[in-house]
Each structure stands twice: as structure tokens, then as C-alpha cells.
């Protein structure tokens, strides 16, 4: 199985990027979709997931309304679209993906493939 983060890098504050999750190796429209993201000195947080249909989506209170999660299960693909970009969203984000049950959809135990991170760097 293999994950392909990218479309990571430099932006300012108030810019997009939309990052990108190429699958292969596993049947993708059978997984839920997540994005983490870590900060240097900090925990690998949860960012946003998305279920198997690509109807419901789950979002981090601090990026709701800015970010979006999408996913093209044709193409194998899962994206996740940011907007509104702030200093504090600077991290290495990585995409996962896993069959959570509802209480894991936040939790990084809930994904078992994970891809290697892109950067995500927001300047002031």
C-alpha cells in the first residue's frame, strides 16, 4: 500500500493550497480518508477525514470553514482544499487511510496507511 502526499509549500498568510493523496496498493473506495498534520514540538493532530462515499465529512474545530476534504474514488485520489491559510497552520501534513469506526474517526489509531507528509509552511 502507498500514499502520496503532495502539493505542499510556501505560502502567506491568507493564501490556498490544495494538497493531494494518491492511492495504491488497497481497494480506496472501501477506506475512510483522513489528513493529520504535525508541528514541529507537537503531537500529530487530527485535520479533517472523510468517509468511504465521500457524503460525510469530519473537520477539526480550528480549520472548519477554511478547509475541505474531498476525494475521487475513480481516480484514487483524496485532496484536501485550504483556504484562508494562517501561520498556525504551518506543519507536515500527512493523509491516512483506515476503516474508523465513528469514535476513532479523530484518532490517529484509526488509520492504518499512512503517506509521508508533505510541508506546509504559512508566513506571516
Known amino acids: 500500500v502507498q500514499l502520496q502526499a503532495s502539493g505542499g509549500g510556501l505560502v502567506q498568510a491568507g493564501g490556498s493550497l490544495r494538497l493531494s493523496c494518491a492511492a495504491s496498493?488497497?481497494?480506496?473506495?472501501?477506506?475512510?480518508m483522513g489528513w493529520f498534520r504535525q508541528a514541529p514540538g507537537k503531537e500529530r493532530e487530527f485535520v479533517a477525514s472523510?468517509?468511504?462515499?465521500?457524503?460525510?465529512?469530519f473537520y477539526a474545530d480550528s480549520v472548519k470553514g477554511r478547509f475541505a476534504i474531498s476525494r475521487d474514488n475513480a481516480k484514487t485520489t483524496g485532496y484536501l482544499q485550504m483556504n484562508s491559510l494562517k501561520p498556525e497552520d504551518t506543519a507536515v501534513y500527512y493523509c491516512?487511510?483506515?476503516?474508523?469506526?465513528?469514535?476513532?474517526?479523530?484518532?490517529?489509531?484509526?488509520?492504518?496507511?499512512w503517506g509521508q507528509g508533505t510541508l506546509v509552511t504559512v508566513s506571516s
Open positions: 491516512a487511510a483506515g476503516q474508523p469506526i465513528l469514535s476513532y474517526i479523530r484518532q490517529t489509531d484509526g488509520y492504518r496507511h
Open positions: 496498493g488497497l481497494t480506496f473506495r472501501m477506506y475512510s
Open positions: 472523510i468517509r468511504v462515499s465521500g457524503g460525510t465529512a
